[in-house]
């Protein structure tokens, strides 16, 4: 999506206006009336625009825009969340991590909790490290790969460098799937009950009918259950009670009725 600005006196362009794109906008400051917009023109080092239309207008042209406010007083940033890579927490706020498309990403220390952050930039999945009791929230468009590790699982993400991070945390690799299915606008169906006799899973009726969702030799994925993280075929289905119970092919082995449904295809 590209944005139309309008230049302040900047070398010829005086009061010219120009398309800059969001994807390529690093975050933008406040600059008197108007603002200083720092973004990426796709060479070695990034470019300083001054415009004359402040943070808040440039943020509503926009909705991949966040509000953060820096601890050390140089006023409020609006950052790209197409660029945020991580945040972890500091104090009473955040530490946040983002892609300057440099060899090494940049750092804010800023007021904000990650909670907020959480609100504001979306697109989040909380992990916990391995080494530390102490959560981090990455962004799940910056996550390349998910693989198994122990208990929990390994990620490796993008952090705007020449190499990808890594990180080894203590969520299973289907939780951390099922946060990033979220992120894409996917349902996630919750299993209320298991019927291991029946090979069947039920789903809870928050989802009302959805057999039709549920079409036989579809199949489907199931994550963050006590004994039943596998994917599955379907054999049937069926509405009653208020609930769609699902029946599989091969056998359903563990009778705790938790975990969820993702991935139908």
């Known amino acids: 999506m590209a944005l139309q600005i309008q230049l302040t006196e900047i070398l010829e362009e005086s009061f010219d206006t120009f398309n800059l794109s969001q994807e390529d906008i690093v975050y933008i400051l406040t600059d008197g009336t108007g603002s200083k917009v720092l973004y990426n023109a796709s060479g070695a080092r990034l470019h300083q625009k001054e415009v004359v239309e402040s943070p808040a207008d440039i943020a509503a042209m ?25 945040a972890l927490l500091e104090g009473t706020g955040a530490k946040v991590s983002y892609d300057i498309s440099g060899a090494q990403p940049d750092i804010f220390i800023i007021d904000e909790t990650l909670a907020n952050l959480r609100t504001a930039a979306g697109n989040l999945v909380t992990v916990t490290p391995t080494i530390s009791s102490d959560t981090i929230d990455l962004n799940s468009e910056k996550i390349q790969i998910v693989d198994d590790q122990g208990s929990g699982a390994v990620i490796m993400y993008d952090q705007g460098g020449a190499r990808l991070a890594e990180y080894e945390v203590t969520e ?31 789903l809870d009726a928050s989802h009302g009918d959805v057999t039709g969702i549920f079409a036989n030799g579809k199949t489907f994925t199931v994550v963050d259950s006590t004994g039943n993280d596998a994917v599955y075929v379907i054999d049937s289905q069926s509405f009653g009670g208020g609930k769609t119970t699902v029946v599989v092919t091969g056998d359903i082995t563990d009778s705790t009725a938790d975990g969820d449904i993702l991935i139908i295809v």
Do not use: C, H, M, W
Not at 62 to 71: D, I
Not at 76 to 83: D, G, Q
């Open 62 to 86: 926009g909705s991949k825009l966040f509000l953060v406010t820096p601890t050390d007083g140089s006023g409020s940033v609006f950052i790209n969340a197409n660029r945020f890579i991580y």
């Open 172 to 202: 299973s690799k289907g939780n951390i799937n099922k946060q990033v299915y979220v992120n894409a606008g996917q349902t996630v169906y919750i299993i209320d009950a298991v019927d291991t006799g029946a090979e069947s899973f039920t």
